[in-house]
């Protein structure tokens, strides 16, 4: 029995009822709100419920995908969205949204939440974590690789599921800015403009590294890991899931159907008996091609051939008859399930007619935890002896084999008649109908829910601000260098000004620069607290350098950590101090007072930092002052685990800032992160909020963030000029050259 699962997506009914026809084993598809897809055919709620029934009729298993990041507005939305498809069944819902999960786990118990790739999750930590927490499977990073899907295996009993074909993400899951920042919509809110498949160049001071046909260089070729599917399922995979909501059904056709050829194919044979016909690879490729296909992560971190640098292909061939016999045997086809009939027809007797599906694990092709039997017994009239002409062995035969309105098809139907009877054929239809309508819902009731299990929901009337979190009168400033001319500098304007800075904040990457030790020693003099930076992304190869300064990290004793995933909260309480004080940055998303109160329940959070795609209103609405907003700063729009070095020139492991060029001429810098082997594409324009003082008093942040990521030491120094002298002086100044206030105006739908 397989028990590795293929899970198909479903833009629409037509292909959730395609990719269950095809060979499926579950499905994932949106609703009309919270989904990450919002541009797909998100089918109505009454077409949703019908999805699932047909789904489960067939033992295929529905997940919702609720995997946005909610406001605080939309909150009180969602129990009743959720109720809804709780009771018509749904097999668990994906989840993106800290907030968002908890509320589930709190108010439909009974629900299975899968923790979405978009939780950025990269190892055995994060997946440990949100196990205690309640979720019964994680979709970690695309990025990660077969050895960290291994550790996660070991180290924690949880199902994983992983992408293993469909569109790839130029940016790590969920921690893309650039299309609401160049597009103006959200990744995070399932409205991706598509920003990296336009075409870019790549400068290296005034050198141009890619050549002039090879310019769509974000733009990832698609994912097709069919050659290594065995490693996958060896390494302890237990979901296989495929990506193209936003695709037609014969695409979800083709794919699911020859994914599951494939499957099959090794479960039959393992890993001696599998080979991938080049044929079917073709076949693939015919549905689309976004110029080539790859096996993704797995095997390497990043590389060139992971890229389709050029044009989409164009005037290609179609595959007519391929696409053909794909429409009319999964999308206009049907999917009938066996069953076997008994009927007797006694004279001076009820019709007794049992219909029953046997061996549903068998039929379904997996283990399911219901009945592998079940049937239903109907009771008719007494057949009256015949007047004229009786009713025939054939008769019955044909009329009761009628089942082209239902979902089944009789494998097998036993006929007991008497000799000269008279029955209608009406009564046999109607029989029929009855029968087999009783056994559809006796398959879909093994599903449904009613309410005892839910915990109603009667909105956030206990939400209060941690009493360590009430409005100051000033704001504090926390210099964030990531290089240490930037520490220079910051270190000169205090010396000049005489004054001791709140914070200043040092990227981790420095702990392995010569003379950090000196430099963290005169930070401690001129700042009352001296904190420690963490890399955006936090993988086999941050635990390495982190484990290599482990005891400088412990000698210098920061005051605070600044963490971008949940993976380093892990790692800082079990490695440096189990009582660290903890700043959430910007990406450990609090969209909403949900999540908010999530963060401070688990953690020992000092504050957290507002997202940056909320606007200033959003951000009051959270009502939660005294946490941190980002002030200045270019703001990373994309982090990769590619690399555009690596990929125009070669890698070297030499730190360096490059140039992206987009259509318009914009210069979008991008930081080699080496010692994490990631990279950074910033904004061309640096936010800043200088001249909001009036709305920034509003939401009552404690800390200003002054993030300097590029600049040299006379230009950090020049912009906390302008933000001591307004901010804390008081004085009016001009503001950087150049800038942009980002979302904290417009925000993002």
């Not at 901010?727 to 206030?741: A, C, M, P, Q």
Request: hydrophobic share 35%.
């Amino acid at each position: 029995m397989n028990n590795v699962e293929l899970l198909a997506p479903a833009g629409s009914y037509e292909s959730l009822v395609a990719a269950v026809n095809a060979g499926a084993d579950a499905v994932y598809i949106g609703g009309k709100k919270f989904s990450a897809r919002a541009y797909a055919d998100n089918p109505e709620e009454d077409i949703l419920i019908k999805g699932i029934e047909y789904a489960h009729t067939f033992g295929v298993n529905v997940y919702m995908t609720v995997n946005t990041l909610l406001k605080e507005s939309e909150i009180g939305e969602l129990f009743d969205y959720i109720k809804t498809y709780y009771n018509a069944g749904v097999d668990a819902v994906i989840v993106q949204d800290l907030g968002v999960f908890e509320f589930i786990r709190k108010h439909f118990p009974k629900l299975s939440i899968h923790a979405s790739t978009q939780m950025t999750i990269t190892g055995s930590y994060g997946a440990i974590f949100l196990k205690n927490q309640g979720a019964s499977r994680i979709v970690p990073a695309r990025e990660i690789s077969l050895e960290e899907i291994r550790d996660i295996d070991k180290k924690c009993d949880i199902e994983i599921e992983c992408f293993v074909h469909g569109a790839l993400c130029y940016s790590y899951s969920g921690q893309c800015l650039m299309s609401s920042m160049i597009g103006g919509r959200s990744g995070n809110r399932g409205r991706c403009a598509q920003t990296c498949r336009l075409p870019y160049d790549v400068y290296e001071g005034d050198k141009k590294l890619n050549k002039a046909d090879e310019r769509n260089l974000l733009s990832c070729k698609d994912l097709c890991s069919l050659d290594i599917l065995p490693d996958l399922i060896e390494a302890g995979i237990d979901s296989l899931k495929i990506e193209g909501r936003m695709k037609a059904p014969r695409y979800t056709a083709g794919v699911v159907s020859i994914w599951r050829k494939y499957l099959d194919l090794y479960n039959e044979k393992g890993r001696a008996g599998y080979k991938v016909d080049k044929a079917d690879r073709k076949l693939l490729l015919d549905l689309f091609d976004r110029g080539g296909q790859t096996d993704g992560y797995y095997k390497e971190h990043n590389g060139k051939d992971m890229i389709a640098l050029h044009e989409k292909p164009v005037n290609k061939q179609v595959n007519s008859e391929y696409f053909d016999y794909l429409d009319k045997t999964f999308v206009e086809g049907k999917k009938w399930l066996p069953v076997s009939g008994s009927i007797r027809l006694k004279e001076n007797t009820p019709i007794i007619f049992d219909v029953s599906v046997n061996n549903l694990n068998e039929v379904y092709g997996r283990d399911k935890e219901f009945d592998n039997f079940l049937s239903v017994e109907i009771i008719g009239d007494i057949p009256q002896p015949a007047k004229n002409k009786a009713v025939s062995f054939e008769d019955v035969d044909k009329q009761l084999k009628k089942t082209g309105n239902s979902r089944f098809y009789f494998e097998n139907l036993s006929i007991e008649l008497d000799d000269n009877l008279f029955i209608p054929l009406k009564a046999l239809n109607e029989i029929r109908r009855e029968a087999l309508d009783k056994l559809e819902e006796k398959i879909l009731t093994r599903y449904t829910r009613d309410d005892s299990d839910i915990r109603e929901y009667e909105g956030f009337i206990n939400h209060v601000i941690s009493s360590e979190k009430k409005e100051s009168e000033g704001v504090k400033l926390n210099i964030l260098c990531e290089n240490m001319e930037q520490i220079d500098g910051a270190i000169q304007f205090a010396r000049e000004e005489g004054i001791v800075f709140d914070e200043i904040s040092i990227e981790s990457e420095l702990l392995g620069y010569e003379g950090i030790t000196e430099k963290i020693n005169t930070v401690k003099s001129y700042s009352s607290a001296c904190n420690l930076y963490m890399p955006h992304i936090f993988r086999d190869e941050a635990k390495k350098f982190f484990n290599k300064y482990l005891d400088n990290i412990k000698d210098f004793k920061f005051d605070n950590f600044i963490v971008r995933s949940l993976e380093e909260i892990f790692y800082i309480n079990d490695n440096i101090d189990a009582s660290a004080s903890i700043i959430l940055d910007y990406n450990i998303y609090a969209y909403n007072k949900s999540t908010i109160d999530f963060y401070n329940e688990k953690f020992n959070v000092k504050r957290l930092t507002y997202p940056l795609e909320l606007n200033l209103n959003e951000m009051k609405q959270l009502g939660n002052p005294g946490n941190e907003m980002v002030a200045y700063g270019k703001i990373p729009m994309m982090v990769s685990a590619q690399c555009l070095k690596k990929t125009t020139k070669g890698c070297d492991h030499k730190k360096e800032v490059l140039v992206l060029k987009d259509r318009k001429n914009s210069d979008m810098q991008v930081k080699t992160h080496c010692d994490f082997c990631y990279n950074t594409i910033l904004n061309s324009k640096p936010l800043s909020v200088i001249g909001m003082v009036k709305d920034i008093k509003k939401i009552a942040p404690e800390t200003l963030r002054l993030w300097f990521t590029t600049e040299n030491a006379r230009e950090a120094k020049a912009v906390i000029r302008k933000y001591f002298d307004y901010f804390i002086k008081g004085l009016d100044v001009e503001n950087v050259s150049d800038f942009t206030r980002g979302h904290l105006k417009r925000g993002i739908e």
